[in-house]
């Protein structure tokens, strides 16, 4: 079983994926997956908070995976032991809690997944860098063209796209004014990136989160992109939604 959400936030919305809520979660072992499309928020203090939450999570039937959003303490996640797992690399936070990290492309239940972390935070002028706000939050050009070169190897064709943001062209990326001049030098625009990979990746279906809505686009071409927030969809039962057989 795969499962898909995101933007769990720490305490203020990782209700949805609380076993008294996502009674689906009962049936799941480790073998089963709960993803979650950025914004975990489960690694922030890097102490006894994250601990009391990362605790809980392991007790958890299932394995957890999440890519980073843009509300994630960047300097502890990439503290964490990387390794490789299911074809990618991965940050291990614990024995059934992996960080899937950008540009790698995982194969799970015979399935492709490519992912690519990071968004622009909208409030980036009322936070304080490295407390409570990362650069890291949006990709370098050196993370893009590790990107590039995993999507070579795969000949530009997966089964699904995991992002926390969203392509250019896509009507959400307008939603917040974004800045890259505030980065650097090194740091590449995630909208105009993303477009890159829309543009020329073969996919079935794109999954987000970053925009707290739960809801279906669909790109000129016809491809399905479901931003997630208060769903927790099984990946299996959510494909005829999306027109996907
Ligand atoms: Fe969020």
Same mark, same amino acid.
């Given at each position: !079983?795969?499962?898909?959400?995101?933007?769990?936030?720490?305490?203020?919305?990782?209700?949805?994926?609380?076993?008294? #809520?996502?009674?689906?979660?009962?049936? !799941?072992?480790?073998?089963?997956?709960?993803?979650?499309?950025?914004?975990?928020?489960?690694?922030?203090?890097?102490?006894?908070?994250?601990?009391?939450?990362?605790? &809980?999570?392991?007790?958890?039937?299932?394995?957890? =995976?999440?890519?980073?959003?843009?509300?994630?303490?960047?300097?502890?996640?990439?503290?964490?032991?990387?390794?490789? &797992?299911?074809?990618?690399?991965?940050?291990?936070?614990?024995?059934?809690?992996?960080?899937? !990290?950008?540009?790698?492309?995982?194969?799970?239940?015979?399935?492709?997944?490519?992912?690519?972390?990071?968004?622009?935070?909208?409030?980036?002028?009322?936070?304080? #860098?490295?407390?409570?706000?990362?650069?890291?939050?949006?990709?370098?050009?050196?993370?893009?063209?590790?990107?590039?070169?995993?999507?070579?190897?795969?000949?530009?064709?997966?089964?699904?796209?995991?992002?926390?943001?969203?392509?250019?062209?896509?009507? =959400?990326?307008?939603?917040?004014?974004?800045?890259?001049?505030?980065?650097?030098?090194?740091?590449?625009?995630?909208?105009?990136? =993303?477009?890159?990979?829309?543009?020329?990746?073969?996919?079935?279906?794109?999954?987000?989160?970053?925009?707290?809505?739960?809801? =279906?686009?669909?790109?000129?071409?016809?491809?399905?992109?479901?931003?997630?927030?208060?769903?927790?969809?099984?990946?299996?039962?959510?494909?005829?939604?999306?027109?996907?057989?």
């Amino acid at each position: !079983m795969i499962y898909l959400t995101s933007d769990t936030h720490r305490e203020i919305d990782i209700h949805k994926i609380n076993p008294d #809520e996502f009674l689906e979660g009962l049936k !799941m072992n480790r073998d089963d997956y709960l993803i979650i499309c950025g914004d975990f928020g489960c690694i922030w203090d890097g102490d006894s908070g994250d601990r009391f939450w990362l605790n &809980w999570l392991e007790s958890l039937p299932w394995t957890t =995976l999440f890519i980073d959003g843009n509300h994630e303490n960047f300097d502890v996640l990439n503290s964490y032991p990387e390794e490789e &797992w299911h074809g990618g690399r991965v940050h291990r936070i614990r024995t059934n809690i992996f960080h899937l !990290m950008r540009g790698e492309v995982f194969t799970i239940k015979d399935q492709t997944f490519f992912t690519f972390g990071g968004a622009y935070s909208h409030d980036r002028i009322y936070r304080k #860098e490295h407390e409570t706000w990362w650069k890291d939050e949006i990709p370098t050009k050196k993370e893009c063209a590790h990107a590039l070169e995993t999507l070579d190897k795969y000949h530009w064709k997966v089964d699904y796209v995991l992002t926390h943001d969203v392509f250019l062209s896509h009507p =959400l990326s307008a939603k917040y004014e974004t800045d890259i001049q505030a980065y650097g030098a090194q740091y590449q625009d995630i909208h105009e990136f =993303l477009n890159q990979i829309e543009q020329k990746l073969e996919y079935t279906a794109w999954f987000h989160g970053h925009y707290h809505t739960d809801q =279906l686009y669909r790109t000129p071409q016809g491809k399905p992109i479901l931003c997630l927030y208060d769903r927790v969809v099984s990946l299996k039962e959510i494909l005829p939604e999306l027109g996907v057989k």
